[in-house]
């Protein structure tokens, strides 16, 4: 927002956010009409400016997928804007009165998101923080920094100045804006930063929606449809940006006799949709940058896995580019089964029974996501009752995100707080509890003296 010779620091945050607390006190962005028309502007913006956006996010990694914001989600909130009060029933304590609880917008937010999907992740909780009536100020991921520049300019034309800003920068921006007391702060990103958020929002009271990572498993039944369970597992790995995404499959877990019919299958449809020589393919992602490559490197290159790499393994440092890659049973006290992987790179673990293995998965941190693939309906039930992940999807791979009405977010390690649809409507919504008396009925049993009788009555 500040022209590039300009700093952005402490005072220029706390200036930021006194304008914006100013422009929230005249309660502007409360108005329905306020709300509609920035969510209109903000559709606008995305359909207007669609292939620059694509572009942006081709400058930051060739073949880096962008995804858009789904009309739908914009949506979602129309309907929910209609519906602002919900009408509660009143407890015969409080007879005669009515009672209702008033969606309140909670001021004014911060929302940090990450490079991977670097529009997508902007925009949809911003999209959820107008809509529940706040002034809002987003900082985009400086690794994507075509989409940051970009983001600052259009949302700069497109909307209301005084309530919607974009500050870019990287961590001693961060850092500045962190330092501000906000209403509530909204973080996409790794675990490491999530709690360098969480406490700076500590000291504030501020509450914090925590979008992170983790390792999200692959359970995959041997009575599953071989075909497309494997092109499904293809798409939500390799077809994610190179793995490059939060719900991406981080690993696989399979029976003993299942794995090599697995492997055969996966290395069959790879070959189809990349070729011979993967490194080569367009519609491979490449890996962000050399700091996330030399992470990956040292992934494929501790000695605890050597003879463990059953499918791929090149890489080409120049392009920043590493192919699809399949390892069987690498030890569990590998780097690679202790750490999120975020790349293309998919351990395969084997096990006796994969009932028994959901507890080992419930047994580490808990993921953002876990996958079953199975035909089994007893299996998926116990599946679902059973492991904890922010969210479940059965049969296929990340899909579940695409649905609004389904809260995504994490749990445990995997982050705090859900958005989508009317989720990011109420994560930056204070639930206001009102009740309304009138004057009749004053029963007098409430007011001293307080008899026996009295005290037995209240
Ligand atoms: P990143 O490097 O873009 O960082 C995220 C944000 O944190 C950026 O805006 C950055 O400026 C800020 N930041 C970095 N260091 C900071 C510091 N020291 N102090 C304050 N702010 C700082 O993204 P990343 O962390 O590499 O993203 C990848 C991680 O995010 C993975 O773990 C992935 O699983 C997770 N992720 C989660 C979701 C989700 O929706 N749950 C989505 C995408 C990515």
Redesign the pocket.
């Known amino acids: 927002m500040a022209p590039e010779d300009e700093v952005f620091d402490t005072q220029a945050a706390r200036t930021l956010v006194n304008q914006l607390r100013g422009t929230f006190s005249t309660c502007k962005t409360k108005s329905y009409e306020w709300r509609i028309s920035q969510l209109k502007n903000l559709l606008k913006l995305a359909n207007d400016h669609e292939q620059d956006i694509i572009d942006s996010s081709y400058l930051t990694s060739p073949n880096l997928h962008s995804k858009h914001m789904s009309p739908r989600s914009f949506l979602c909130f129309r309907s929910c804007l209609a519906d602002l009060l919900d009408k509660v029933k009143t407890s015969i304590t409080t007879f005669p009165s009515s009672a209702e609880v008033f969606p309140e917008p909670l001021g004014v937010v911060l929302v940090?998101?990450?490079?991977?999907?670097p529009f997508l992740?902007s925009l949809d909780p911003v999209i959820g923080a107008i809509a529940a009536g706040n002034a809002v100020v987003l900082?985009?991921?400086?690794?994507?920094p075509a989409t940051s520049s970009l983001l600052a300019k259009l949302v700069g034309e497109y909307m209301d100045s005084s309530a919607v800003k974009v500050v870019e920068?990287?961590?001693p921006e961060?850092?500045a804006l962190?330092e501000q007391k906000w209403d509530k702060i909204f973080?996409?990103?790794?675990?490491k930063?999530g709690r360098?958020?969480l406490a700076a929002a500590a000291k504030h009271l501020t509450p914090v929606a925590l979008?992170?990572?983790?390792k999200c498993p692959v359970f995959v039944d041997s009575n599953t449809n071989l075909k497309v369970t494997t092109r499904r597992i293809i798409a939500g790995k390799w077809g994610l940006n190179n793995g490059q995404?939060?719900v991406s499959a981080d690993h696989i877990i399979t029976t003993k006799d299942f794995a090599p019919k697995l492997i055969d299958a996966l290395k069959v449809e790879l070959e189809k949709f990349y070729g011979n020589d993967p490194l080569k393919s367009e519609d491979l992602s490449c890996i962000v940058s050399s700091n996330h490559f030399a992470r990956l490197e040292k992934l494929l290159d501790d000695d605890k896995i050597s003879g463990k790499i059953v499918h791929g393994g090149q890489r080409d440092q120049n392009h920043l580019k590493i192919s699809p890659t399949i390892l069987l049973d690498a030890p569990e006290d590998s780097l690679i089964m202790n750490e999120?992987i975020?790349g293309p790179l998919l351990p395969i673990v084997t096990v006796d029974s994969l009932e028994d293995s959901f507890n080992m998965v419930n047994s580490k941190e808990k993921p953002?996501a876990a996958y079953l693939f199975t035909n089994d309906k007893k299996l998926k039930e116990e599946f679902v009752r059973n492991v904890s992940a922010g969210g479940l999807l059965i049969n296929d791979i990340a899909l579940h995100l695409a649905n609004p009405y389904l809260p995504?977010?994490?749990v445990g390690e995997?982050?705090m707080g859900a958005y989508h649809g009317k989720f990011s409507f109420d994560t930056f919504t204070h639930k206001k509890a009102v009740l309304y008396r009138s004057f009749a009925g004053d029963a007098s049993a409430r007011y001293p003296p307080y008899t026996p009788a009295k005290l037995r009555l209240l």
Do not use: D
Not at 187 to 191: F, Q
């Open positions: 940090i998101s990450a490079w991977n999907y992740l900082k985009p991921s400086e690794i994507s920068g990287a961590v961060t850092s962190l973080y996409t990103g790794n675990g930063v360098i958020v979008e992170l990572g983790g995404a939060c999120e975020f953002l995504f977010g994490g995997s982050g």
